[in-house]
């Protein structure tokens, strides 16, 4: 890739406990463009956006974002960079004490001295990008949980950020808003040039959008290229999570004994006992 | 199988961990005392102090005030039954309002607190780290330390010695209530011995220190246990109990420490 790169992952190495996350992962993340992560579940998906957020620390390597270790920063300067990113969280994480308008507004309201009047008609801009205007007045807890993640992205973008982080935006849409928050995703990644990086197991969502790809497995970066590529990759894991098999070298059970011995094993002692 | 040995050093390594676990905890619960209390706060602060004056210290008010006028009337009922064998009824004023400002305001007050505002503030943050609100608040670049849990670590500090004052006027007045009114006890002797005997520094100048020192332990023991439990509905129930049995805990034991200092002659 010749592209700038606005997020850099070094080696980075990450583990809760004794399960071992991240077994050293380098990826780079091009200014502008829309980079998808994808990967099974409990591969550290959303671990890999805290990452970069800052909120966890790598037990090794770093991640620089825009030429900066973020993990080796003051907090006053991680909350400066901060203000330059946009996340969507997976539970959308709106505050409950304050409705959808003053959830969108909040942002402005604590970085800008905009006037009022102003703040309204931005958030309400941001509001209709997701088709929720007419939801202002509600609170949080009225709101489905699709709405509910519109309203984080609304509140995600009102900055206008540099670079937004999508924790699965599609999961719980209906097909209308879903066709609708792919749309927007790609929209704003162009009109505003922003970098996205969006993580996803939804794949063909996934890879109508995405510029550049990076595949996630045990810990460790398995596949990566433009959805193109990816889509004629002969590696038998990475086939069998493109086109969703269920057989395959990535098992869909959790590491377990086997099911003969777990059941009958118990039943043959029970009845010797 | 593990040798009697191996378990007795098991058990020695199980103690040290735990010991470690603790100080680390007490470690972790100073600083985000020194980085949310110490700073500045913006005019936006200043509102959402008050949001939370009203919350910890207006809702409870009504609690902390039947409370003190019931308690100052069993105190003046008590007071009599022993004081009158002596003939001594004229002293009632004076046991009152010295047990009271001394004692039972800045205690029984705390811990009402704890119970009322205290559980509820360890709740309410804890539900809001289980939801990601203090998350995503942190990657929209807003500290949740100082938006969040300074303003009210603050309006726990000062809204309990103001609820203490409340718990100890009516207090007074429900003695005199008892007294006085009922008992049949000199109304003159009553308000006159405590105007000679109570003194404005000793006495209501260390209830109201203890007040403070026991609004700062509860209010950061409240706002400490939301903060750090684990994000569950079984973490933030237990933290909620911890919170109530902690800060029950440091009172009366710091109740102790303090009263020996003040008026035990050390």
């Given amino acids: 890739m010749t592209d700038v790169p606005f997020i850099e992952i070094e080696d980075v190495h990450f583990s809760r406990g004794s399960h071992e996350i991240f077994r050293g992962i380098n990826m780079i993340i091009p200014q502008g463009k829309v980079t998808a992560i994808m990967g099974p579940s409990g591969t550290g998906k959303t671990t890999l956006l805290k990452l970069i957020g800052g909120q966890l620390t790598p037990d090794q390597g770093r991640i620089l974002v825009d030429g900066q270790n973020v993990h080796r920063l003051s907090r006053k300067a991680l909350f400066t960079l901060r203000k330059r990113m946009g996340m969507l969280f997976q539970s959308g994480a709106l505050f409950s004490d304050l409705n959808v308008f003053e959830n969108v507004a909040f942002p402005l309201r604590v970085h800008t001295n905009l006037p009022d009047a102003m703040i309204r008609d931005l958030v309400l801009l941001k509001l209709e990008a997701v088709g929720l205007r007419g939801a202002r007045h509600l609170s949080p807890a009225e709101l489905s949980g699709g709405m509910a993640r519109r309203v984080a992205l609304a509140r995600a973008i009102a900055l206008d950020p540099e670079l937004i982080l999508y924790d699965e935006p599609f999961v719980g849409q209906d097909p209308i808003s879903m066709g609708v928050l792919v749309q927007l995703i790609k929209r704003l990644n162009e009109a505003l040039a922003l970098t996205s990086v969006v993580v996803s197991h939804d794949i063909k969502e996934t890879l109508s959008i995405a510029d550049y790809l990076y595949l996630l497995a045990d810990g460790q970066v398995v596949a990566e290229g433009t959805p193109h590529t990816l889509n004629a990759n002969q590696d038998p894991r990475v086939s069998q999570f493109v086109h969703g098999e269920p057989d395959g070298p990535v098992p869909f059970h959790y590491p377990a004994e086997t099911l003969y011995s777990d059941i009958l094993g118990q039943a043959t002692a029970t009845r010797a006992g | ?266």
């Fill in chain 2, 1 to 266: 199988m593990q040798s009697r040995f191996e378990q007795g050093v098991d058990r020695i390594v199980r103690l040290g961990r735990k010991g470690c676990d603790v100080m680390e905890a007490l470690g972790r619960a100073g600083l985000f005392l020194g980085q949310s209390a110490v700073g500045i706060p913006s005019r936006e602060g200043w509102y959402l102090w008050l949001r939370q004056m009203h919350f910890v210290g207006v809702l409870s008010l009504a609690i902390v005030i039947v409370s003190g006028l019931f308690i100052g009337m069993v105190l003046a009922l008590q007071g009599y039954t022993i004081l009158v064998d002596f003939g001594a009824e004229q002293a009632l004023g004076q046991m009152v309002a010295l047990s009271l400002l001394r004692e039972l305001a800045p205690v029984v007050a705390a811990l009402l607190f704890a119970g009322r505002a205290g559980s509820a503030l360890t709740a309410e943050i804890g539900l809001m780290k289980a939801t990601e609100q203090l998350t995503s608040m942190e990657m929209i670049g807003v500290d949740p330390l100082r938006r969040v849990i300074a303003p009210r670590l603050w309006a726990g500090f000062v809204a309990l010695p103001i609820l203490t004052v409340g718990f100890g006027v009516v207090g007074i007045w429900g003695g005199y209530l008892v007294g006085v009114q009922w008992l049949g006890v000199f109304e003159g002797s009553y308000w006159s011995n405590m105007q000679a005997s109570v003194s404005f520094v000793s006495d209501v100048g260390n209830g109201m220190i203890k007040s403070l020192v026991f609004a700062i332990v509860v209010t950061w023991i409240a706002v400490f246990q939301g903060y750090d439990l684990v994000p569950t509905s079984e973490g933030i129930s237990r933290a909620t109990t911890r919170t109530v049995v902690y800060s029950s805990l440091a009172v009366l034991g710091l109740d102790f420490v303090l009263t020996a200092v003040m008026f035990g002659g050390l």
